[in-house]
């Protein structure tokens, strides 16, 4: 199993330029995860899927959007990129819902610079 | 609101010294802690978790719900325990597990 995978590795935009950052998952899990990591604060959530069909806001939505495609894929785009998105952007995945003692499971991260 | 709070942005041991990473948080109802880890080049994976009670690589983390914390430690620091280890709490939420993460405390050991 490949777990989380997610494309690019890493990604130079400039400002105003779009794309998408892909995410999948093979352990059929239903929740899936989108965070930013950005020095001295953390992990903070952009959006989440709870289920196949569904999306909802996180932490830090502003200027993203999300498409669960299916099941296994989740991915996150940028309409319209900005300096302030310049960030490692990491998907994850749980098997359940809401349940709070439930690992999460990591992709690789995505290095994302906006010039 | 929950916030898990690492004070220590940078701890330096020397191999063979004990390690504590501190962890504390704020929580109204019933916390669900755990501790990730990222190695160097690596991706976030779990280290363990407080409902687990167990060992993992020698680490353990005890949850003191007086002191509302959740400290790492380990009594002999390992060259390979050099890493960024991050706390989180986690709570269901709107029908989701919403995991609020600390800002991540980064673990050199000195050989």
């Known amino acids: 199993n490949a777990g989380v995978t997610q494309t690019p590795k890493f990604q130079v935009l400039k400002t105003g330029q779009s794309m998408t950052l892909q995410c999948a998952q093979d352990?059929?899990?239903?929740?899936m995860y989108w965070y930013r990591q950005d020095p001295g604060m953390g992990l903070r959530l952009i959006y989440y899927?709870?289920?196949?069909?569904?999306?909802d806001k996180g932490e830090v939505p502003n200027g993203y959007n999300v498409s669960r495609l299916n099941k296994r894929e989740f991915s996150l785009r940028l309409e319209s990129a900005a300096p302030s998105q310049t960030s490692v952007y990491f998907c994850?995945?749980?098997?359940?819902?809401?349940?709070?003692?439930?690992?999460?499971?990591f992709g690789p991260g995505t290095r994302l610079t906006v010039l | 609101a929950q916030r898990v709070t690492q004070p220590e942005k940078l701890l330096s041991v020397f191999k063979g010294a004990p390690v504590e990473l501190k962890c504390n948080y704020s929580?109204?109802?019933?916390?669900?802690l755990f501790w990730y880890v990222q190695y160097s080049r690596q991706r976030l994976q779990l280290l363990l978790r407080?409902?687990s009670r167990e060992s993992i690589k020698g680490f353990t983390a005890d949850l003191n719900k007086g002191e509302t914390s959740f400290h790492l430690k380990k009594p002999f620091a390992q060259e390979e325990d050099s890493a960024m280890y991050y706390c989180?709490?986690?709570?269901?939420?709107?029908?989701?597990?919403?995991?609020?993460f600390g800002t991540g405390t980064k673990l050199q050991v000195i050989p």
């Open positions: 994850a995945s749980s098997e359940f819902s809401d349940s709070r003692g439930d690992t999460q499971y």
């Open positions: 352990m059929n899990h239903n929740s």
């Open positions: 899927s709870a289920s196949e069909g569904t999306t």
């Open positions: 929580y109204s109802g019933s916390p669900e």
């Open positions: 407080h409902i």
């Open positions: 989180a709490l986690s709570s269901s939420s709107g029908g989701y597990q919403k995991v609020t």
